[in-house]
């Protein structure tokens, strides 16, 4: 079967992007180089196209209960165009993804992982009554991130509504060249940022209006270094099936004090934190990559965990890494090595985020 | 350089003959495949080496690839001014390779073992074959 193309797929191969099939997707991972990029959304602002990233949106009135049951985070506790992180986990409290959900006057909506489309489509399906209509938006829409120092500058202008006044994770549903959009402030980078829904039809017009600003272009590949930076999970990294978000450190997203499906798991987890392996942030020695899967010993002998995600970080210009370790190895400054290809190179644990904005 | 002149490796070295001595670094497609390098390994000095062994890593934000002598002998210098000197913290030159994937950021020289020739490497013509339509 032949992958998706969303609706920018042109105007990325008109930039020269490399492609790459990604969640089932042709995705562009860079166009010029993936630090630059990088260096473009630190300094100033790029822009990325999400469009491969699932969104649904939810009607009727059973929608809330619905959203609380299968939702780590508290739903009923969220303003009008409030957007709220959390996670989908299954009876066990293992994590099925991580996920954003927007609250409307009218109803709601999720933002979930391209990889896990159909897989949560099918979740909400099966756990939803039949007063809740859920509709699979991402085929019909494109959703794209403008993020950096610069993005509120950019999207001056651009929309019905000032959305510059937007507070974090807050949304405001809009108008582009006469068109429903909604524009939400938040991102995966770090940085200030806004994603932007709209129909396919003004996706690349859209597209080339913030090319046409200065908005640099840019791949997964400094999607996910960005990400690394901020020490931001991603599924099927530091988030898994056998991943809880505890473990992962999601603590803060998960309110153990409602009900929702996993919670009895999570809250008997919880007692156990302490002898549970956890997610760690790691500086190497030296600019070699850990990558996902690389052994983390506490000596040559004595494996205690495993890297998750790893790169050369572009912005802080030091090899930094995720990973899972357990009990009595997690702690800020103990000295692991890292087995990378039969080499073993030396690391710290180190406080999460690598890098964090100055706000 | 005369790219004509250099034998390659089906797996993106390229070899330069100079009496008995082998200059070795990767090609401008190798390069351009990688994108920016971020991490050099190189052999030691004195190392004996075989015909596709691999004796340095070469990394890039995205990947991880494997450099490999396209010749046997033994590893007589390598260019340290792509790698980084733990000694004095001094980082490696990187972009010599992104730059000067022929000239300044050649990777190791070989002393060619005794017989041992470059006959059974790729011809530019070859080369150039192998990698059309990437």
């Known amino acids: ?359 | 350089m005369d790219l004509t002149a250099l034998r390659y490796a089906a797996s993106h070295e390229w070899a330069k003959l100079d009496a008995d001595l082998v200059t070795v670094g990767i090609t401008k497609f190798a390069v351009e495949q990688l994108t920016e390098p971020t991490f050099l390994d190189l052999p030691k000095v004195g190392k004996d080496v075989k015909v596709g062994q691999e004796v340095g890593v070469i990394e890039s934000v995205k990947s991880t690839s494997g450099i490999n002598s396209p010749v046997a002998g033994v590893v007589v210098a390598v260019n340290t001014s792509l790698v980084d000197d733990p000694a004095t913290k001094r980082r490696g030159n990187l972009a010599l390779v992104n730059d000067d994937p022929y000239g300044a950021g050649w990777m190791f020289q070989v002393q060619l073992a005794p017989g041992a020739t470059l006959d059974h490497l790729l011809t530019h013509e070859q080369y150039e074959k192998q990698i059309a339509g990437h």
């Open chain 1, 1 to 359: 079967m032949s992958n998706l193309r969303t609706a920018l797929y042109d105007s990325h191969r008109a930039r020269n992007a490399r492609m790459v099939p990604f969640a089932g997707w042709d995705m562009p991972v860079q166009y010029a180089g993936i630090i630059d990029e990088h260096k473009a959304v630190r300094s100033a602002v790029g822009m990325f196209d999400v469009s491969h990233m699932a969104r649904f949106s939810f009607a009727g009135t059973g929608a809330e209960a619905l959203l609380e049951k299968v939702f780590t985070n508290a739903v009923g506790t969220m303003k009008d165009f409030q957007v709220r992180y959390g996670l989908v986990c299954n009876e066990d409290g293992g994590t099925l993804d991580d996920v954003l959900v927007y609250r409307w006057p009218y109803g709601y909506a999720m933002v979930a992982n391209g990889s896990n489309r159909t897989k949560i489509l099918d979740w909400l399906t099966k756990h939803a009554g039949p007063d809740v209509q859920i509709q699979d938006q991402t085929l019909a829409t494109t959703m794209l991130a403008v993020q950096g120092p610069k993005a509120a500058e950019i999207a001056t202008g651009l929309f019905e509504h000032d959305v510059t006044n937007l507070k974090y994770f807050f949304a405001q549903p809009t108008r582009y060249r006469g068109k429903d959009c909604v524009v939400g402030r938040c991102g995966y980078t770090g940085e200030d940022g806004f994603e932007i829904m709209l129909g396919n039809a003004l996706g690349p017009t859209l597209w080339d209006d913030l090319l046409a600003k200065g908005v640099a272009p840019c791949g997964l590949g400094s999607r996910d270094t960005l990400r690394l930076e901020a020490a931001m999970p991603l599924y099927g990294h530091e988030l898994t099936e056998q991943i809880d978000p505890l473990q992962a450190g999601l603590g803060w997203a998960v309110k153990l004090n409602k009900p929702f499906i996993g919670r009895d798991a999570l809250a008997s987890a919880n007692e156990a934190a302490a002898h549970r392996p956890k997610r760690v942030g790691l500086e190497l020695d030296g600019t070699r990559a850990a990558r996902e899967g690389c052994t983390l010993l506490a000596d040559e002998s004595t494996p205690v965990g495993v890297v998750t995600s790893g790169s050369y970080a572009p912005w802080l210009q030091k090899s930094i890494a995720m990973g899972m370790v357990g009990p009595g190895h997690a702690a800020t400054g103990t000295k692991l090595l890292v087995d990378i290809r039969g080499t073993a190179v030396p690391a710290t644990v180190v406080p999460l985020p690598f890098y964090q904005r100055a706000k």
